[in-house]
């Protein structure tokens, strides 16, 4: 049975499901290319925002010999809606999937690269898929398989909603595995 996905319905602590290893690789080399492209053109190394992230997120873990990384998450103190994280060049992290919309309309806002895992399906709400087929340009790095964030087999799929990150539109990834029962290997966040 799935148990991913109840978890994701739910508005209260439960609102965040930790992103393991597995779903943070597939990005890396997206941002080390958008790396590359920032140095050459401003002459410096590009700062990564982590909003929705602890000090052992797998984001931050993977992200910190890559390049300068900002993080914060509420539970700290550091609210995405209200909390000012100073400079920053492009955002990656996993958004509270109850504020999914909200997140996707400040990073817009801000004309900056962006990558948020999400599950796919929240395209199809009404007021996500309108607000990208009124705001073109959407970026979806997506994958073969269901990941589990919790051990148990997910029933939905999990991908990377971006702007101004992927080299075209619509990219599929091949995973080794989906993360469930015998090669779970939960985020480092949850600890």
């Not at 700290?76 to 997140?103: A, E, M």
Request: positive net charge; hydrophobic residues 35%; glycine residues 6%.
């Amino acid at each position: 049975m799935a148990h991913s996905i109840s978890k994701a319905f739910r508005t209260s602590k439960s609102d965040e499901l930790y992103t393991p290893s597995i779903l943070v690789q597939p990005i890396i080399k997206y941002v080390s290319n958008f790396k590359n492209s920032f140095i050459s053109k401003h002459g410096r190394q590009p700062i990564i925002l982590c909003p929705f992230d602890t000090e052992s997120s797998e984001f931050i873990l993977a992200f910190k010999n890559l390049t300068t990384v900002k993080h914060g998450h509420i539970s700290t103190g550091q609210d995405f809606f209200t909390h000012d994280y100073g400079d920053w060049d492009i955002c990656v992290s996993n958004p509270p999937f109850s504020r999914k919309l909200d997140v996707f309309k400040k990073l817009d806002k801000t004309g900056k690269p962006w990558a948020m895992i999400t599950n796919l399906m929240c395209i199809n709400y009404e007021e996500i898929g309108r607000y990208f087929a009124n705001n073109p340009g959407l970026q979806i790095l997506s994958f073969d398989r269901r990941i589990s964030f919790d051990g148990n087999p997910s029933s939905f799929m999990s991908g990377y909603f971006c702007r101004n990150l992927l080299p075209k539109n619509l990219i599929f990834e091949k995973l080794e595995n989906n993360n469930a029962k015998q090669y779970f290997i939960g985020s480092k966040m949850i600890a």
